[in-house]
C-alpha cells in the first residue's frame, strides 16, 4: 500500500518536514546561543528583575502589556509572579493588561485599539509602579502609547523587543534587547528572559 493511498505523506514530504523542523530548531538553539554567550543582556536581567522585586515588596505593582503571542507572554508572566514561579511564596502584584475582554474591546470601540493599554494604565496605574512592555518589532502603537502615559505618570517603563532600533526605546527607562530579529525567535527568547526575571524573584523572596 503506497503513502499516497493511506492519507499519510510520501517520504520526500516527510523528510522536507524534517528538514524544516531542524533548521527551526537551528535557528533556535543559535539564538539561544547569543543569549547566553555573545550578548551583554544579563546586567539588564539582574537590574531589571531587583527592581521589580523591590518595587513590588514597597506595595507597587507590575503592569505588563503586549499584542498577540506577546499578550499572552504578558499573561504567563504575570501568572508566574502572582500564583508562583518554582517555589511557594507570597502572591506578588502583578497583572496583564492583555486579559479583559471587554475593557479591550470597549476602548477599541470607543476610542481607538491604539489606545487599549494606555488607558488602562491611566487608570489604574501609580507613580512608584512598573510598566513592561512586551513588542517584537518595538514599534506597536498601542504599546508605544502605554510606555508615553506611564513616563508621564513617574511609572518605570521596561521594554522587551528585538535587537532593532525602534520607538518604544525612546519611552522605555530599561530596555531588554534579545538578540533576534524574526519574531517567533525573538519570543522564544523573551520567555526565557521572563523565566531568568521569575527565577530571580523566586531567590529575593526568602
Known amino acids: 500500500m503506497s503513502a499516497g493511498s493511506t492519507g499519510l505523506p510520501s517520504q520526500s514530504d516527510r523528510d522536507k518536514c524534517r528538514q524544516i523542523v531542524k533548521e527551526a530548531m537551528g535557528r533556535a538553539y543559535g539564538a539561544v546561543n547569543a543569549l547566553m554567550f555573545g550578548h551583554t543582556l544579563h546586567e539588564e536581567i539582574t537590574t531589571v528583575a531587583q527592581l521589580m522585586h523591590k518595587r513590588m515588596m514597597e506595595g507597587s505593582k507590575v503592569m505588563i502589556c503586549g499584542n498577540g503571542g506577546s499578550a499572552t507572554d504578558a499573561m504567563h508572566f ?96 530599561l530596555t531588554l534587547n534579545v538578540p533576534a530579529t524574526e519574531t517567533a525567535l525573538v519570543q522564544t527568547l523573551h520567555q526565557i528572559v521572563y523565566h531568568s526575571i521569575c527565577e530571580v524573584i523566586d531567590d529575593l523572596c526568602h
Not at 502572582?82 to 493588561?97: F, G, H, T, W
Not at 512598573?130 to 513588542?135: E, G, P
Open 78 to 173: 504575570a501568572a508566574e509572579l502572582v500564583v508562583r514561579y518554582a517555589k511557594n511564596r507570597e502572591p506578588l502584584s502583578a497583572m496583564a493588561l492583555t486579559a479583559d475582554q471587554a475593557i479591550l474591546t470597549a476602548c477599541a470601540n470607543d476610542f481607538s485599539f491604539n489606545h487599549v493599554f494606555e488607558r488602562q494604565v491611566a487608570a489604574l496605574g501609580q507613580s512608584g509602579d512598573v510598566l513592561i512592555c512586551i513588542s517584537t518589532s518595538g514599534n506597536s502603537p498601542n504599546v508605544v502609547h502605554a510606555a508615553q502615559c506611564a513616563q508621564n505618570m513617574g511609572i518605570t517603563v521596561v521594554g522587551m523587543t528585538g535587537v532593532m532600533q525602534c520607538k518604544l526605546h525612546a519611552h522605555s527607562d
